[in-house]
């Protein structure tokens, strides 16, 4: 086992199994449901995604919060003085401060314990983009890579994690600004869904628009067959899908990609409260690695 903590924090949507498994620690991260504050665990102990799906599709207000510079102190230094090193993946600076508010806490925390080691990564992913880089680096961890060497791996693979996913509920995209309400309705009413992916910065793109659910889990299924890097040696690829409370959807994706004889394994989580408070039900994603922006 490496003598080092590997953090990431709640955007990841990591199971309580994979963080488990992986030797892994998970940051909270807070939203607003109703009027009423929560925080996000992977053991959903605070609200369980079920009860959060139902009163989004409900109507309940929704919004997200970063996590603070203090907050980021108040969870590390606890860790600092039980004298572990720490390597954390934060959630992309694309789409929040989060990045930067760790920067400035890890910089105070590294004058007052300059004995240890700390690092934080944009991971310019979120979701299971993000935690597909983790379960990477994790895996790497528990092999034994020292910490400067995952650091390195980190930073040299991120830029290879593929994500790309469909919302069919504009809603949630609507209220968070990522489509002007004209478009959301018309896109409602048509029956398009947007289909998404990250740019070199982290952030949301819309790639193409089509018609329908099954042409845009078809479009996500060709893009991996377009874009995944193989591995014949070991039987196939990994991948991560991941679902807004549809996973109908997921298992349908997965039958499309497995189909491919592409993929090994396919990893199905679901999307947390912090993205889906944006992304809303209905939204289906695959990661993988591979050759990424090719339409940016």
């Known amino acids: 086992m490496s003598d080092y903590l590997l953090v990431t924090d709640a955007t990841a949507d990591l199971s309580q199994e994979l963080v ?12 607003s449901f109703g009027g009423k504050e929560y925080a996000q665990y992977p053991d959903e102990r605070d609200m369980r995604l079920d009860d959060f799906y139902d009163g989004l599709n409900g109507g309940v207000d929704v919004s997200t919060s970063q996590i603070t510079p203090q907050m980021y102190k108040d969870y590390f230094e606890p860790l600092l003085k039980e004298g572990n090193d720490i390597l954390y993946i934060c959630f992309t600076s694309g789409l929040s401060g989060t990045f930067g508010n760790s920067v400035i806490a890890f910089d105070e925390l590294k004058e007052k314990y ?35 060497e995952l650091a390195d791996y980190i930073e040299n693979i991120k830029r290879n994690v ?26 409602t009413t048509l029956g398009i869904i947007p289909v998404i992916s990250t740019d070199r910065d982290g952030a949301l793109t819309v790639i193409t628009k089509v018609h329908g ?30 679902h807004g409370h549809c996973i109908e959807y997921a298992q349908q994706l997965k039958e499309l990609i497995m189909a491919t004889g592409l993929v090994k394994e396919a990893t199905i989580l679901q999307v947390g409260t912090v993205i889906g408070s944006h992304v809303g039900s209905g939204m289906c994603a695959v990661t993988f690695i591979g050759e990424n922006y090719k339409d940016l």
Not at 20 to 31: N, W
Not at 114 to 143: F, M, N, Q, W, Y
Not at 163 to 185: E, Y
Request: proline share 3%; net charge positive; aromatic share 6%.
């Open 213 to 242: 659910l099954k042409k845009a889990l078809a479009y996500l299924t060709d893009r991996l067959k377009n874009d995944a890097f193989t591995d014949n040696d070991n039987g196939g690829i990994s991948v991560f899908i991941a």
């Open 162 to 187: 593929c994500h790309w996913f469909m919302v069919k509920d504009l809603n949630q995209l609507k209220k968070g600004g990522r489509i002007n309400p004209l478009a959301a309705a018309l896109g």
């Open 20 to 31: 488990d498994e992986l030797d892994v620690k998970v940051i909270p991260m807070h939203f």
């Open 114 to 148: 300059p004995e240890r080691k700390l690092v934080t990564i944009d991971s310019l992913c979120a979701s299971i983009g993000e935690a597909h880089l983790v379960c990477l680096a994790a895996r790497k961890r528990l092999g034994g890579m020292g910490f400067e």
